[in-house]
């Protein structure tokens, strides 16, 4: 008989599958990192300038070589990492959402199978990777300081970090596979 007063699954579900949710708004947000007053806005991976109601996207990389060429000797404008770090911390997010949801997906079903490696193990390291990378990808930012602020995306990531590294240990804790009794056949006589 199990007691249902201590049964989280469905919270464990519904804290991972919310986390799964920002993650992924995170991973394809375009309010990274934002300036309102100049109208540029940038995700992971493209950034938008607005100038009269007209957009022009690109890509990071080529935005971070524009700011190169127009800064001359200043090197400390734009940073190379800032691109491979958008692309990392994009993995590392859809990573992160992908094992979040088959974690919920597994408790949901009631399932608790023997895997090498569960789903939420997979999302704790995709969220302990994405934590660095997302950081590092703010900090190096091109243009002058002050240039773009954080912006949404940032602070959904940062919820769906949190979330999701509650919701994993949740999940890990309620879809871990049965220990098998090790003393079950212990005493049997016939073995003596």
């Known amino acids: 008989m199990t007691d249902k007063s201590h049964d989280n699954r469905m919270f464990a579900a519904a804290l991972g599958l919310g986390a799964a949710a920002c993650f992924a ?8 990192l934002i300036n309102a007053s100049v109208d540029v806005m940038f995700g992971l991976r493209t950034n938008l300038t607005c100038v009269n109601d ?21 090197p400390d404008m734009a940073s190379d990492a800032f691109a491979p770090l958008g692309w990392a911390t994009t993995v590392t997010c859809l990573l992160a959402a992908l094992g979040l949801a088959a974690g919920a997906g597994l408790a949901l079903a009631k399932k608790r199978p023997m895997l090498p490696i569960s789903p939420s193990t997979i999302s704790l390291l995709a969220i302990m990777a994405g934590l660095i990378t997302g950081c590092v990808f703010v900090a190096t930012k091109p243009g002058d300081p002050g240039f773009v602020g954080v912006g949404l995306g940032f602070w959904i990531f940062g919820i769906a970090s949190v979330g999701g590294i509650a919701g994993a240990q949740l999940l890990a804790k309620v879809n871990r596979a049965p220990d098998p009794d090790l003393m079950a056949d ?3 006589p016939d073995d003596f």
């Not at 007209?54 to 524009?66: K, L, Y």
């Open 25 to 32: 708004y995170a991973a394809f947000s375009l309010h990274w």
């Open 54 to 74: 007209h957009c022009d996207p690109t890509t990071n990389s080529a935005f971070v070589d524009t700011i190169k060429q127009m800064s001359g000797s200043s």
């Open 186 to 188: 212990a005493m049997n």
